[in-house]
């Protein structure tokens, strides 16, 4: 199975700060498509899963472009510019290049 | 609108067999995979299983001696049944349209 590995933040982040959350994959993500096969969400307290970025840098509708996701085949960063109150949460990402999918174990983003 | 509903017991002893049922709307099961997801209570995420759209099947190594996927296109429905439960499996499941859209999950405890 590959393995997914995130990074930690060092919070509380400061209403207006920019934070950078990162995740390294075991196997790399990038296909002979030339697409690389990863997701972030973020999942506020007491709900669902979020999707915000997938293919590693696209993000999904409706996503503010205060999220952006970059990186190699195997390590890559969200970003998160100016954070806000509503971006609380715990931030994960996911492989789906290879069943069984799996995600990284979390981060937790707390504002100041 | 695109929308998941997981419904089921919330509460399960252990040895027996778990039944979920996830109803969508706004989509087609034959035009999209519905993936299950599982949280136990302040944990992270593990996926199980999918119902590809041509009805085709996947599980999770760790969880396929006990798990299957089912689903009944008429009625918009796609069904988890996973047997031998333990309180390890206490948990929030989760169904998913190919890991975008979420529905709120439900909560089933196993416990006598």
């Known amino acids: 199975d590959i393995v997914m590995t995130q990074g930690a933040l060092p919070n509380p982040v400061p209403s207006g700060e920019s934070a950078s959350i990162t995740c390294q994959s075991s196997k790399s993500l990038l296909h002979s498509n030339g697409k690389t096969y990863l997701n972030w969400y973020l999942q506020r307290p007491g709900q669902s899963p979020q999707l915000l970025i997938y293919?590693?840098?696209t993000r999904a509708s409706g996503v503010s472009d205060r999220f952006s996701g970059s990186g190699s085949g195997t390590d890559f960063t969200l970003k998160i510019s100016s954070v806000e109150a509503e971006d609380v949460g715990v931030y994960y990402c996911q492989q789906f290049l290879e069943y069984p999918l799996t995600f990284g174990s979390g981060t937790k983003l707390e504002i100041k | 609108q695109v929308q998941l509903k997981e419904s089921g017991p919330g509460l399960v002893q252990p040895s027996q067999t778990l039944s979920l049922t996830c109803t969508v709307s706004g989509f087609s099961l034959m035009d999209y995979s519905v993936h299950w997801v599982r949280q136990p209570p302040g944990k992270g995420l593990e996926w199980m299983g999918r119902?590809?759209?041509?009805?085709?099947?996947y599980y999770n190594s760790a969880l396929k001696s006990r798990l299957s996927i089912s689903r009944d296109t008429s009625k918009s429905q796609v069904f988890l049944k996973m047997n031998s439960l333990q309180t390890e499996d206490t948990a929030i499941y989760y169904c998913?349209?190919?890991?975008?859209?979420w529905g709120q999950g439900t909560l089933v405890t196993v416990s006598s």
């Open positions: 119902m590809k759209y041509d009805g085709d099947t």
């Open positions: 293919w590693m840098s």
């Open positions: 998913t349209r190919d890991n975008s859209i």
